[in-house]
């Protein structure tokens, strides 16, 4: 089993509606979580994080985290096509050094 | 932009030879983390170096390594490079050795043939 999985995609929706892109992780013992947006060839860019259950916004991000069910998802808004790209879920053990990242999901938005 | 610099962007080398990718960190960030990202896969950790220390290491043999330097920035040495290192490298700094938000640069796709 792999420690954070994500659903690989591709995922299409249209222009404007809500795109959800869900990660679970397997060490109960995971505090900080973390959305990553990869864009082809370049490297991640940080989006949201989240540390506490419960939900997030930041403009037309909104990452929600339950960690009694051990996932994180994120949702996007008002979808734009440059919104396409690779999202890249990232857990972080209390004690780790390193950021443990799932294989991404490609969303592709469709003007 | 994140204030994450790397050198080179591209980098082609032969099989068994010896390869060092540079990074600097973002300015008041005092750790720098590697990471390896093969096509179609996350970033695979390497290791981090916090106050010119190695911190933490990923499952990376030995010919793997690196350096930080007292103002933070960072290297990555590969030995004897191998055709599966082809990947993009990636380096992220942080405020804090424990990791909380960290910021790539923007890599170094390096191709061994």
């Known amino acids: 089993q792999k420690e954070v999985e994500q659903n690989s995609g591709p995922l299409s929706v249209p222009e404007g509606a809500i795109a959800s892109l869900n990660c679970t992780y397997s060490?109960?013992?995971?505090?900080?979580f973390f959305w990553y947006r990869q864009y082809s060839g370049k490297s991640p860019e940080l989006i949201m994080f989240?540390?506490?259950?419960g939900d997030k916004e930041d403009g037309r991000f909104t990452a929600q985290l339950n960690k009694a069910s051990q996932y994180v998802s994120l949702l996007i808004r008002d979808s734009q096509p440059s919104d396409s790209a690779t999202y890249l879920c990232?857990?972080?053990?209390?004690?780790?050094?390193?950021?443990?990242f799932g294989s991404g999901t490609q969303l592709t938005v469709l003007p | 932009e994140t204030g994450v610099t790397q050198s080179p962007t591209h980098l082609i080398k032969t099989r068994g030879q010896q390869v060092t990718l540079r990074c600097s960190s973002q300015?008041?960030?005092?750790?720098v983390s590697w990471y390896q990202q093969a096509l179609g896969q996350g970033p695979q950790f390497i290791f981090q170096?916090?106050?010119?220390?190695?911190?933490g290491r990923g499952n990376f043999p030995p010919r793997f390594s690196g350096l930080q330097f007292p103002n933070y920035s960072s290297e990555l040495n590969v030995n004897a490079l191998e055709l599966d290192d082809s990947a993009l490298y990636l380096c992220?700094?942080?405020?804090?050795?424990?990791?909380?938000?960290?910021?790539f640069g923007q890599g170094t796709r390096l191709t061994v043939v």
């Open positions: 992220a700094s942080s405020l804090t050795e424990m990791n909380t938000e960290a910021f």
């Open positions: 060490d109960r013992g995971s505090q900080s």
């Open positions: 989240i540390y506490s259950n």
């Open positions: 990232a857990v972080k053990a209390g004690s780790a050094r390193q950021l443990t």
């Open positions: 300015s008041g960030h005092n750790t």
């Open positions: 170096y916090y106050r010119e220390e190695e911190n």
